[in-house]
């Protein structure tokens, strides 16, 4: 049996490395290994044992052979180094000349080092190098195992020597390296030891010993307290005569981790013998007691006391026929019938069981109190579960106790009643768009959840939210907000495990938060007088617009508001007028929505407005006129004082003409005269104040008359 797994990576390497020197090529060394120590004191000696860590390493250190160098502790202030020699593995020659022929493991050595069949069966071309290094992976394995079987054969290889010049309670190490030159780098081992009275190696113990069907399975630790390199099995039937069950001492080879993969059940079988050997052994009969112990030898060839027997019994594994079982039969309340049938009556077949379920995975639960005779094909469960499905097995069961069970078959309570209208529905919508709704737990046995249904009108068809029944009384929906229905109307409607559904519940109607800004007013009709400015503007076509905000612009967008108007329902338009504008003044006006809500809408487009006509001040008052017919003098006088510039102007007019301009004079003149000739006849005067400026002129004042006699 193999000892070690090597990499084939680098033992492969090894022929390449060789390969490449025969074409001499160049090669950088890139092969690594070391060499493994171990030492035991006996008092009057102490044995070094060691092994190469790769077959690639054996193989050129059976060439140089190794080095034995120790240094002596025995004064520890001047600790002394010493070559003790150098071995190497014996000839084919000098193997056959210092062993028997019928030493087993000294055959297998020379088998290892110098045998031919060993390259049986290599292929040809670059898949040769693969198969030459599986071939040096098991001369190594076989060669190590024939050294840790047999302590002469280890001398013989070259992996061991007894150093006899030893003191009593003195300290040594070993250092073991090659003897010559070799390919690749491979590392010093060493060793510290104490030598000592030798200590009796401790029995390995066995973890666990199982019975299976005339099969046992024994599990023991790979990391006993002595490192063994082997076992032998002994086995018995009475717990005293023990007889071994392997000549050759067995060790199981670690798992390839390769192989675990994914797979659950191999990776805790890979993780069980990466910490177990495992045996198993087969055994004449089932219900007899065995007994087994196990040795261990070691890397001296030194074989352990034997572990304390553990006893196991096997027994019958095999289980019966199934039986077939027929579709379940509903009776009446919580009465199911099962029937079954069972082809092959096993001459240890010894009857069934009933096992129920509400769920096809199981767990199920024994409705059977006793095993029911092999004779009996039915049975009726008189204690169905109400409202849910119910999975039956039947296990058909022998002397031994090993169970066979069917395959599931479902039977059901009939129920076409529905579950009652839901109660208590209601909600909330946030600003995000989330619906929160909750309502009361309807008290049935058998609910499975509730369905949730919406509409966003109450008159229409309901639409299903959710895809399967809720189990919870709470559920939270998304909508979107930006929509002109100002609702939403949610219903919901209860399930039952047959699927009965309730009527549905009283309708939520939740107002949805509104994110959507109104619709902006219009402006219609402009309307401009020397008293303002009106402007007709058609209303928000929004149905939650509660009002408008009018604002005007003397600057570039530098709005101001002016005005807040409430929405009028019913009516399509409002009038706005603004009587504080000024004359040849350019104004813009604009006006935005209000919603319920207090959201704003956008604001209409600008609408430009300048007033070009100026407003008539107040008349002059007082007016007063006097005529000396003596010296044809007509004089006018009046009283008007304001700021800026302006100047007066005199109307008259003779008879029934109308008045007219007729001279002006300065506004630091109060007075004006005229002198008539020969006019005769009624005139009249009037006065008005003209501004050069944005003022606007005075309204002619009321008129004043005089008659005029040419006979005078």
Not at 259 to 274: N, P, Y
Request: hydrophobic letters at 35%; charged letters at 20%.
């Amino acid at each position: 049996m193999k000892r070690f797994i090597i990499s084939c990576f680098l033992t492969g390497a090894f022929f390449v490395v060789f390969a490449q020197q025969k074409n001499n090529a160049p090669v950088k060394p890139t092969l690594h290994s070391s060499i493994k120590v171990k030492a035991k004191s006996y008092n009057d000696s102490i044995i070094i044992r060691w092994a190469p860590a790769d077959a690639w390493a054996w193989v050129l250190l059976n060439s140089t052979g190794y080095t034995i160098e120790r240094t002596d502790f025995s004064n520890p202030a001047q600790p002394k180094k010493e070559i003790l020699g150098t071995v190497k593995a014996y000839t084919l020659e000098k193997l056959k000349t210092s062993f028997g022929r019928d030493d087993k493991y000294a055959a297998i050595a020379a088998q290892a080092l110098y045998g031919k069949n060993f390259n049986t069966g290599i292929r040809q071309g670059n898949l040769a190098y693969a198969d030459q290094a599986a071939v040096l992976k098991d001369r190594h394995a076989f060669a190590l195992q024939a050294a840790d079987y047999d302590a002469r054969v280890a001398g013989a290889l070259g992996l061991k020597w007894v150093d006899k010049n030893v003191s009593s309670q003195k300290f040594y190490s070993y250092r073991i390296y090659p003897a010559g030159k070799t390919q690749g780098i491979i590392d010093t081992g060493s060793v510290f030891i104490q030598n000592k009275n030798v200590v009796a190696s401790v029995a390995p113990e066995i973890n666990d010993a199982i019975g299976l069907d005339r099969v046992v399975e024994l599990h023991w630790s790979r990391f006993q307290e002595e490192q063994y390199s082997g076992f032998i099995i002994e086995k018995s039937a009475d717990g005293k005569n023990f007889i071994p069950i392997n000549t050759i001492p067995y060790f199981s080879s670690l798992p390839d981790s390769s192989t675990i993969g994914k797979d659950t059940v191999v990776h805790e079988m890979v993780d069980m013998l990466r910490l177990n050997h495992i045996l198993m052994d087969s055994v004449k009969a089932n219900y007899t007691n065995y007994y087994y112990r196990i040795k261990g030898i070691n890397a001296f060839a030194e074989w352990s006391g034997y572990s304390k027997p553990v006893m196991v019994m096997t027994r019958d594994m095999k289980p019966p026929s199934t039986a077939s079982v027929g579709k379940p039969e509903y009776l009446n309340k919580r009465s199911i019938k099962i029937q079954w049938v069972k082809d092959v009556n096993e001459p240890d077949f010894k009857g069934f069981t009933v096992s129920r379920a509400t769920n096809v995975q199981g767990p199920y639960e024994l409705i059977t109190k006793n095993i029911l005779d092999k004779k009996i094909n039915s049975f009726v469960d008189e204690n169905a579960i109400e409202h849910e499905e119910n999975f039956y097995i039947v296990s058909s069961i022998d002397t031994a106790g090993n169970q066979a069970p069917s395959y599931p078959v479902m039977g059901l309570i009939a129920d076409n009643t529905p579950p009652a209208t839901p109660t208590g529905l209601k909600g909330t919508i946030d600003k995000r768009g989330y619906v929160h709704l909750s309502w009361n737990a309807n008290k049935e046995d058998d609910m499975k959840g509730y369905k949730v249904y919406f509409t966003n009108n109450e008159n229409q068809t309901v639409s299903q939210v959710t895809l399967e029944p809720v189990a919870d009384t709470v559920y939270t929906d998304t909508i979107t907000l930006k929509t002109l229905t100002k609702n939403i109307y949610y219903r919901i409607v209860a399930v039952d495990m047959n699927n009965n559904h309730s009527d549905y519940s009283p309708v939520a109607k939740l107002r949805k938060p509104d994110v959507v800004p109104p619709m902006p007013p219009v402006a219609g009709n402009v309307d401009l007088t020397a008293k303002g400015v009106s402007i007709q503007w058609m209303q928000s076509g929004s149905e939650d617009a509660v009002g408008y905000i009018i604002f005007r612009s003397e600057k570039e967008n530098e709005y101001k508001p002016v005005a807040r108007v409430r929405h009028q329902s019913g009516l399509s338009s409002f009038l706005f007028t603004d009587t504080t504008v000024k004359a040849l003044v350019s104004y813009k006006y604009t006006a935005e929505a209000i919603d319920e809500d207090s959201l704003h809408s956008a604001r209409c487009n600008p609408i430009p407005v300048t007033i070009r006509t100026l407003p008539d001040q107040p008349a002059i008052s007082g007016l007063a006129i006097a005529y000396d017919n003596k010296t044809k003098k007509v004089k006018l006088n009046w009283q008007y004082k304001q700021t800026g510039n302006y100047f007066f102007v005199i109307y008259r007019a003779a008879g029934n003409d109308p008045l007219g301009k007729y001279s002006s004079t300065g506004s630091d003149q109060s007075e004006w005269v005229e002198y008539l000739n020969a006019e005769t006849g009624t005139i009249k005067y009037a006065v008005q104040a003209v501004f050069r400026d944005a003022h606007g002129n005075t309204r002619l004042s009321e008129p004043v008359s005089i008659m005029v006699n040419s006979s005078r």
